[in-house]
């Protein structure tokens, strides 16, 4: 078995009964931060600052590093949240469809981050899998759906983080149309709110049949505007739902540790059940 790097260890486990939290919402227009506790609320202001276009790895740590320095000041916290629109395992960067394919394979961002800020203990997962987490209610399955510069997705099953799926690249239509190209923010200016608000009817219509959820959640930018009566189980989620869901990644259970951070279940493990 390889030797485990101590230092990556120390950064999936913060100080004991520490609650203040860098807490960061990664989106393909905006980068959005705030210290938050463990329950999620706000114990500093959100600030926000456009994403840098175009934009390589070291580019999107900087401007990160300059976003969150003042909070920082403000509170001083144990551990960091972020939120990712993209594919994200055991911390790693797989995918960043909205930053472009070169130089986005297989990154390890959140330790980079976390190196500028003092070397603080750092769990990264998908935007849309942050959001739903201030947002679920925790009974049943219950599906996200954001909409904004693309279309972000994340399942849940009784308040528990189910594997990504990455609907957002599944075709929608016979022309072989995706999620993002459907219903993200470069449809919706070219084909009018109107028009764009009946696509997302569509979807959700098609999410319903292929998910059978028992509640839907939609978050993002754009979700304030749909134009149609939402069904009974379905919701709007509030827009700074990005960043307070982060207080959930440090919840063992929430995060379910055996399938985001398979070291956990190693025998030499923080997270070894008892």
Not at 32 to 44: E, L, P, R, S, Y
Request: hydrophobic share 40%; net charge positive; proline share 6%.
């Amino acid at each position: 078995m390889p030797t485990r790097n101590k230092k990556a260890v120390k950064r999936n486990a913060p100080k004991s009964g520490s609650e203040h939290i860098l807490a960061i919402d990664v989106g393909g227009t905006g980068l959005k931060a705030a210290i938050i506790d463990a329950n999620g609320q706000m114990k500093t202001e959100r600030v926000r600052v456009a994403t840098p276009h175009p934009c390589t790895p070291d580019q999107l740590v900087d401007a990160l590093a300059q976003l969150v320095a003042p909070l920082i000041e403000q509170v001083q916290p144990a551990c960091i949240s972020i939120g990712f629109p993209g594919v994200v395992r055991n911390n790693r960067i797989l995918t960043a469809p909205h930053f472009g394919i070169e130089g986005w394979h297989d990154i390890a961002l959140a330790d980079s981050l976390a190196r500028r800020l003092g070397d603080l203990p750092v769990r990264m997962i998908n935007d849309a899998e942050m959001q739903g987490f201030a947002a679920i209610e925790g009974r049943g399955l219950e599906f996200v759906l954001t909409l904004g510069t693309g279309a972000g997705t994340a399942m849940f099953r009784d308040g528990e983080l189910m594997p990504h799926l990455e609907l957002a690249h599944h075709p929608v239509s016979k022309k072989g149309v995706a999620y993002d190209e459907y219903i993200g923010e470069a449809a919706r200016e070219q084909v009018g709110n109107k028009r764009w608000s009946r696509r997302v009817e569509k979807v959700i219509g098609i999410l319903e049949s292929l998910v059978n959820y028992d509640k839907l959640w939609i978050g993002g930018g754009n979700a304030a505007r749909i134009k149609f009566k939402l069904p009974a189980n379905v919701a709007i989620v509030s827009n700074d739902a990005g960043i307070e869901g982060g207080a959930k990644l440090w919840h063992p259970l929430s995060v379910r540790e055996t399938r985001q951070f398979p070291e956990a279940t190693e025998k030499t493990g923080r997270f070894k059940p008892k």
